[in-house]
């Protein structure tokens, strides 16, 4: 049976897992018409026509830069990935943050989650927001710049933590203004926690799956929901291979991902009440959804489409901009190769491209500057929360063990390192705690897991 309510939506297998596909696109006059609409009044039909042109594509949606009497604009105009919840749950999510922070995100004018509209898709209109992602300005900031947008990030996220229903957060696992009602808000007009909007439920066939969406009351139950999504992925996998090397795939990590839901219990209570405490969260915040100035000053935080409300233990992360290997020496430049300076640089906002200036210097040195400076500015961010959230250290340590748990069900989902994700989980269920990073690059010697065994028996 066809499946209208995601009528303009392909999935492509790139290798790596569903990739979605625009099978029409939006048309750019009914965009005008809409953004007309709702950005002039009768006063303003002398004025010239809003002005709409094509601004980039994301991972589920088209940008649209809108120019009209009343300013500069943006529409999103998404893919039906999750029909109704994804914009619904954006929309909730940036007027909450605007309403209840300091964090300079766009207001929204107008949005509209159903497929009704002329346009044929879901759209949200809102500011265009100042300023140039962090990614294209990075490799010329000083490092006094970065360690002040750390800071502010930081100062950011804090603010996340105090805001909502309960003054410190929210009840339950899930995205704001999904639940059943437009708004999905209480009576004080707040918005609860719906059905949590993510590329992990909604990918490819995945949206299909008889599986809870939430709004989740425990880590237990969310992650539950994960293993069994990626149980149901490679057992249907097995049953529909005719490859060997396919099917010893859907093997191991339908092992792995059972193994990890057997050891579930142990790391998160099966019960809890009321629903646990949790806390919005940006789960995208990387440079490119970081607009900065001329002097590095955060303008914007972009990139709310899937935010959700996830546990206090899931928040204790570092943001995304801030995650690599751990190097304490700063590399030294010249020992590393002089290549032909083939990157663009980046001119106006206008001219922006994904190609950087290499200096003439050989990628690595960049990955390996980037690793040194991720290392450092953690300790800035660390030191930052110290100071907004006492106690961070120690909800950083408690959280440990559950974050890798979290981290080892998306490598598994991912088929990343399924034989060490496995010593991992064999290591906890013998109430042994192993960072799972540190498993992931060395593995665990045959001969630990031996003399584990041997003191277990004696």
């Known amino acids: 049976m066809r499946d209208t309510t995601r009528d303009g939506l392909a999935w492509d297998d790139n290798g790596l ?5 625009w099978t029409r696109d939006p048309d750019i006059r009914a965009v005008r018409r809409v953004c007309r609409r709702h950005l002039c009044t009768a006063e303003d039909s002398s004025q010239p026509e809003v ?17 009209s009497v009343r300013g500069p604009f943006m529409m999103r105009v998404s893919l039906p990935v999750d029909p109704r919840h994804k914009t619904r749950g954006e929309a909730a999510t940036l007027r909450l943050v605007r309403r209840k922070t300091g964090i300079p995100v766009p207001d929204v ?9 002329e346009v044929g898709f879901e759209w949200l209109l809102m500011d ?14 000083p490092m006094a710049q970065k360690e002040a947008l750390t ?8 603010q996340l933590f105090r805001c909502g229903n309960l003054g410190e957060g929210f009840r339950g696992i899930g995205t704001l203004g999904t639940g059943p009602d437009r708004e999905g808000a209480t009576a004080n007009g707040m918005p609860e926690p719906g059905p949590i909007v993510s590329s992990f439920f909604f990918s490819g066939p995945r949206y299909h799956y008889p599986i809870p969406r939430g709004p989740f009351s425990s880590s237990h139950d969310w992650l539950r929901a994960q293993l069994n999504v990626i149980i149901k992925e490679h057992t249907t996998a097995l049953a529909e291979s005719k490859d060997e090397d396919d099917r ?28 646990e ?3 919005v969260w940006h789960d995208d915040l990387s440079l490119r959804n970081i607009l900065v100035d001329d002097n590095g000053s955060v303008t914007a935080i972009l990139g709310w489409e899937c935010a959700s409300t996830l546990p206090l233990w899931a928040a204790s992360q570092v943001p995304e901009f801030l995650r690599g290997g751990e190097r304490e020496t700063k590399p030294d430049r010249d020992r590393y190769t002089d290549v032909d300076n083939t ?20 990628e690595l040195y960049w990955i390996h500057l980037m690793e040194y400076e991720q290392t450092q500015l953690r300790k800035v961010y660390a030191a930052r929360m110290r100071q907004l959230r006492p106690g961070w250290d120690l909800e950083v340590e408690e959280g440990a063990l559950k974050v890798d748990f979290l981290a080892a069900v998306s490598r598994c989902s991912s088929g990343f390192y399924l034989r060490r994700i496995e010593q991992w989980a064999d290591a906890v269920e013998r109430r042994e705690y192993l960072p799972l990073m540190e498993v992931l690059r060395v593995g665990i010697k045959k001969e630990r897991v031996v003399n584990q065994a041997s003191r277990a028996t004696t």
């Not at 897992?17 to 596909?21: F, H, I, K, Q, T």
């Not at 795939?249 to 792995?256: C, D, F, G, T």
């Open 151 to 158: 800071i502010q990030v930081a100062d950011f996220l804090a």
């Open 109 to 117: 004018v107008a949005f509209d989650d159903t497929r009704n509209s």
């Open 277 to 279: 405490r949790t806390v």
């Open 248 to 275: 010893e795939y859907a093997q191991n990590a339908l092992r792995v991902a059972r193994k990890l839901l057997r050891i579930l219990h142990k790391v998160f209570p099966a019960i809890v009440h009321p629903p």
């Open 128 to 141: 265009r927001m100042p300023g140039t992602p962090a990614y294209y300005r990075w490799r010329k900031m």
């Open 343 to 362: 990157g663009d640089t980046f001119g106006s906002d206008d001219e922006l491209d994904d190609s950087l200036d290499n200096e003439g210097k050989t």
């Open 17 to 21: 897992g569903p990739e979605p596909r």
């Open 51 to 67: 002005d709409v042109m094509f601004h980039a594509d994301g991972a589920f949606s088209k940008l649209y830069r809108v120019n």
